[in-house]
């Protein structure tokens, strides 16, 4: 599997799945859920990873890292212990 370049990550809490949720700004429709956020960054990786294994076989580039994407982002409030075990 490829090294994912430094790709921007936002990570959320998801009520309805009781899980945090990771996407990837440059890479659009793919997503890691996990307990934590970090579980949840590592499993997007692994998808992002495979995704770019797909792109290179096909001969397609892979899309640059963008630092400024997640400028705008308004911070994200962490779900209370209780809120996380409903």
Excluded at 10 to 28: G, L
Aim: proline share 13%.
């Amino acid at each position: 599997m490829p090294a994912v370049p430094p790709y921007s990550y936002r990570v959320f809490w998801s009520p309805e799945d009781k899980e945090f949720v990771a996407t990837c700004v440059e890479v659009p429709g793919l997503s890691g859920l996990a307990p934590t956020e970090a579980e949840a960054i590592d499993e997007l990786k692994v998808a992002i990873g495979g995704w770019l294994e797909h792109l290179s076989e096909q001969g397609t580039p892979w899309p640059e890292p963008n630092p400024a994407a997640l400028a705008d982002v308004d911070t994200v409030a962490h779900p209370t212990a209780e809120a996380r075990h409903d």
